[in-house]
């Protein structure tokens, strides 16, 4: 595999990212559906359509599933509870304190897996990335703050909490669809097999928590874009990327995910970002030109058929 590739993979995690930023503006259209419907329906339904659309190469592919129980098990729990605390974390918060622990947890805490489970060592670039991206997202936050959190006292603080959780979640499906991936799983049976099975979890909340979504043509509508165009599509982007760039990385260029949806807060909802909001923007980018700017004096290898999966391409995140 060339870094052409490794490219590739990081346009493909960028390009998820924007769609994710579309979300919280997409469900400000349907008020009356709750955070855990729209959770369930947005990656419940988005997972079931991926394991659909992989049928075939599932099915052919269960056999290397079944060999790896651990990563699929824990990728699908991980993908029934990340919706669900991500959209409760942003009703109970806030929408920016929300988003900003959810999202900004997420890298710290798959380096974190990486470190501990695979023993990879983070450059000294990773980190310059991530904590400018941080720094960006902490400090949109706080350009945002105007975002009232729905439930005071202990309800705010447990939105951070449940934050906390949506970026571990976001952090171990991600590092299990990689692990896979780079056991050999091709990317489409890989997410199918994790995002299908999370899905299928997710469809009791569905039906307990899903009637809003059919009251009005405007509810069923915002339910079926975040399942097709965010959660489908997004995945399917995010999925191939994975193939590509190590979980860290990818988790980290995500970042951008925040720094959109503020934009798209100004140009289509009408809120107003004060000059601190630009600035944390501007870190966000900064930190995904760091991430992405090829490395000096470093040759593409090429590496094909069953060594593919034995030597991933090279990330930022294990590069020095």
Avoid: K
Avoid at 40 to 49: D, E, P, Q, R, S
Wanted: net charge positive.
């Amino acid at each position: 595999m060339s870094r052409n590739g490794s490219s590739l993979g990081v346009v493909a995690v960028l390009l998820a990212s924007v769609l994710w930023a579309t979300t919280g503006t997409a469900a400000s259209f349907a008020p009356d559906v709750g955070p855990l419907a729209i959770g369930a329906v947005a990656m419940g339904t988005g997972g079931l359509l991926q394991a659909l659309v992989a049928g075939p190469r599932l099915v052919r592919g269960a056999r290397l599933l079944r060999a790896r129980p651990g990563p699929v098990l824990l990728g699908a729990v991980a993908v029934a509870v990340y919706p669900l605390a991500f959209y409760s974390s942003m009703h109970l918060a806030g929408v920016a304190a929300g988003t900003v622990v959810s999202i900004g947890s997420a890298p710290l805490a798959s380096a974190l897996v990486e470190r501990v489970v695979d023993g990879r060592r983070l450059s000294r670039r990773w980190l310059l990335g991530a904590g400018l991206g941080l720094s960006g997202t902490v400090l949109l936050c706080a350009a945002e703050g105007g975002a009232a959190a729905v439930a005071p006292g202990w309800g705010s603080a447990l939105g951070v909490v449940l934050g906390l959780v949506a970026g571990g979640t976001y952090a171990t499906y991600s590092w299990a669809a990689h692990r896979l991936i780079s056991g050999g799983v091709s990317s489409a049976v890989a997410m199918g097999g994790i995002f299908g099975l999370g899905g299928v979890l997710l469809l009791p909340v569905l039906v307990a928590t899903g009637a809003p979504l059919l009251a009005s043509a405007a509810n069923a509508a915002v339910g079926a874009y975040l399942a097709l165009v965010p959660m489908f599509l997004g995945y399917l982007l995010f999925g191939w990327g994975l193939g590509h760039v190590a979980a860290s990385t990818a988790t980290t260029l995500s970042l951008l995910e925040p720094a959109v949806a503020a934009v798209l807060a100004v140009l289509v909802v009408g809120e107003r970002l004060p000059a601190a909001g630009w600035g944390g923007i501007a870190l966000v980018l900064g930190c995904l030109v760091v991430l992405t700017a090829p490395t000096p004096g470093t040759r593409p290898r090429l590496v094909t058929g069953r060594r593919r999966a034995a030597h991933p391409a090279p990330s930022p995140a294990a590069e020095d």
